[in-house]
DNA sequence: TGTTTTCCCATCGTCTCTCGATGGGAGTAT
DNA sequence: ATACTCCCATCGAGAGACGATGGGAAAACA
């Protein structure tokens, strides 16, 4: 692994988290991630729109054209019901991982 | 992400981890990660291997070459000094990772 | 004895993901 | 005017995980 800012895998869900309790345009959610996660998300651009592209295509967000709050034409993305479902899977399965990861950190050595 | 049995990123440290308290051969060190994360983590052969060379060229796990338990030819790895360097690096890290994805789905929503 | 199963090695090709570099465009502040 | 911030997006490189494949040798079974 080269330099890794976000753990592979994980991006997709942490893109619907970000978008389960209101719409955010693309810069939003990296700004988002990075406060949330006190500065340790930090996804680039080239990292964020292929990911939001992937979630188009799978119904999962839904795009719609607007203004942001600093009045820039920005693209506002609405996580479906798909997308909700789909962050509730992959969120247990994550916890699955993790903890199964876990286990193993654990374990006496 | 198509299926994926294990969390991408991961490997590296849980193969070390898998040899911090003693050596292990390949498929040995397969059945400690499927037996200790109870049935999740199942690392496939395709998988294994190549990361048990990139191990190797990173100078982190050495190899020799013995019998099994049940008498056959295996190939058991070591970790080495700068090995248990890199687990207790890549272990932090990953700490910090979970901890920052934690926080972002643990968020009010 | 012959066949199958289990154990153990390893690679190749494909797919997917992340990221640095790049290239816009349009408001806002200097 | 110029620079800076905000906001969009793609391309190419590099890496990792995995299905398929192809051994070989001991043990169990028929």
Redesign the pocket.
Known sequence: ????????????MLILKSLAREK????????YLKAVSEDVL?????????????LLLNGWVK?E?G???????????TITAAGRKQLASESREFDRMIGAIQRVMGAAS
């Open positions: 692994m080269g330099k890794q800012e976000i753990l592979p895998g994980t991006l997709d955010r345009h693309g810069y939003g959610i990296a700004e930090e996804v680039g651009e080239s990292s964020l729109y292929p990911a939001l592209q992937r795009a054209w203004a942001s709050e600093n009045n820039r034409r920005a693209r506002y993305y």
